[in-house]
């Protein structure tokens, strides 16, 4: 019996030892969602990790799935284009946060119009994409370019169908220029086209397929400019300015939407300023409030604050909030392990 009690005791602490190993081990920021932040993210956890040994992974995954996979404990943070209703948002216990910009640009592949030369807005890019406007050198495009030659080719509209708030809110700009194009085809991120169908996969293909035909035109995040070396062009904003995409134009722009939105980061287009550029697109940040696993979570909330503290540019012509802009969310997420709903404090004695 006294042996048998050894043996146990003995076993008892080597799972002990055991124990506290994998939680060592395991402790790390796991991070589930678009692709379109799964570089800045690895870019931000090498150097967290670089800071703190504590290691950062990115799973790329749908948004319906990765919402779910957060909210039954399996990841520490979801990353998604299209944020939840707050009443989604209670029902799951979730907090959600705007933290990074994604930049949409209209991009053309037309000979002899160098980049941001040729200058569009709402009215005509809906009514070429509806096939209303079928030639580069059209009235209605001439008017808006009153010095530059244009050619006489074909407009070639190319769009995708992906799911992605570039698409969607590429959409919202055509709507605020065109009644018709409001009630139809309408907003959406999976829109069947006037001329081209569902479009393209992704935005990927949509650029290679511009870059392969002459008098095409598209729209893209900002990223694929630079990587397929695509010719952008100036829009029309909300206050009529035709703006030339730059970075910081569209920093200032994101600036400026997160202290006018007031609490609602859906939908950044035409934000108004003189210099405001008219199309962005916006990642969010989801978290349990009350955490499964509290020491993954308090890792999380350490990486994004140490990172926006920092100022830690992202990656692929991204931008991202101020610390100061998700403070308070994070805050909401509790250190320490609850079972219900976080207790108030009482007031006064």
């Not at 124990?19 to 991070?31: D, R, T, Y």
């Not at 399996?74 to 933290?99: C, I, N, S």
Request: glycine share 8%.
């Amino acid at each position: 019996m006294v042996r048998r009690s050894v043996q146990n005791l003995i076993l008892g602490c080597c799972g002990l030892i055991l124990w506290l190993g994998s939680e060592a081990a395991l402790a790390n920021v796991e991070v589930i969602g678009t692709p379109v932040a799964s570089a800045t993210i690895r870019q931000w956890g090498n150097r967290f990790t670089s800071d703190t040994k504590i290691a950062v992974s990115y799973v790329e995954a749908l948004e319906e799935v990765a919402t779910s996979e957060l909210f039954v404990g399996v990841y520490d943070l979801a990353l998604v284009e299209h944020p939840l209703t707050a009443d989604r948002l209670r029902a799951r216990g979730l907090v959600q946060f705007p933290l990074l910009c994604v930049p949409v640009v209209v991009v053309v592949n037309l000979p002899g119009i160098p980049a941001n030369a040729l200058r569009l807005n709402a009215r005509v890019l809906a009514a070429m994409y509806t096939g209303e406007i079928l030639s580069w050198n059209d009235p209605g495009i001439a008017e808006l370019n009153p010095s530059l030659s244009l050619p006489a080719i074909p407009v070639v509209p190319i769009a995708q169908s992906d799911g992605s708030a570039v698409t969607l809110n590429f959409t919202r700009y055509l709507a605020s220029g065109s009644d018709s194009w409001r009630q139809k085809p309408g907003l959406g991120s999976g829109l069947i086209w006037p001329l081209g169908g569902k479009g393209e996969k992704d935005a990927e293909t949509a650029a290679k397929r511009l870059m392969a035909q002459e008098g095409s035109l598209g729209f893209q995040p900002w990223v694929n400019k630079t990587r397929f070396d695509l010719s952008t062009v100036r829009l029309q904003n909300g206050r009529g300015e035709f703006i030339t995409p730059t970075s910081g134009h569209f920093a200032g722009t994101f600036k400026t939407f997160l202290a006018k939105s007031n609490g609602d980061f859906s939908a950044p287009v035409n934000v108004d300023g003189a210099d405001a550029w008219p199309i962005l697109a916006v990642v969010y940040g989801q978290m349990k409030q009350i955490p499964e696993d509290v020491p993954d979570a308090q890792e999380t909330v350490q990486m994004l604050t140490q990172i926006l503290q920092a100022h830690v540019p992202p990656t692929d012509g991204l931008v991202s909030v101020g610390y100061e802009d998700v403070a308070q969310a994070l805050s909401q997420v509790q250190s320490e392990k609850r079972f219900g709903p976080p207790q108030r404090k009482k007031v006064g004695p």
